[in-house]
């Protein structure tokens, strides 16, 4: 059974700092691309952040550029987000998700697995 569990949200002051993590089961991790994505109240989920199999490759949205990190540990199986200088625009839920081969990372249909989500609250 394919588990992707989300941790590590809560509720933070503008200019803070949260660091996620999503632990997998079920799957050959290491064999797999891994995403963040986030969904805003009344908005699309969005594509946050990508990291291939290996780690050595990393792409992020412009929005998050700068200010966030996305790392992985194929002995843990798990990959994480570290989310720095944080603003209310990061307000959302944020899901991890897992990508075999091919598609477009930044395109949900191109993943096959998901994480049930992890609220962050960014307070002004």
């Known amino acids: 059974q394919v588990q992707l569990v989300e941790s590590g949200g809560g509720l933070v002051q503008a200019g803070g700092s949260l660091r996620l993590s999503c632990a997998t089961s079920?799957?050959?991790?290491?064999?797999?691309?891994m995403g963040w994505f986030r969904q805003a109240p009344g908005k699309e989920r969005e594509f946050v952040s990508t990291?291939?199999?290996?780690?050595?490759?990393?792409y992020y949205a412009d929005s998050v550029k700068g200010r966030f990190a996305i790392s992985r540990d194929n002995a843990k199986n798990t990959v994480y987000l570290q989310m720095n200088s944080l603003n209310p625009d990061d307000t959302a839920v944020y899901y991890c998700?897992?990508?075999?081969?091919?598609?477009?990372?930044?395109?949900?249909?191109?993943?096959?697995?998901w994480g049930q989500g992890t609220q962050v609250t960014v307070s002004s």
């Open positions: 998700a897992a990508r075999s081969s091919g598609g477009a990372y930044v395109m949900r249909s191109s993943y096959s697995y």
């Open positions: 079920g799957f050959t991790f290491s064999t797999y691309a």
């Open positions: 990291i291939n199999r290996s780690g050595g490759s990393t």
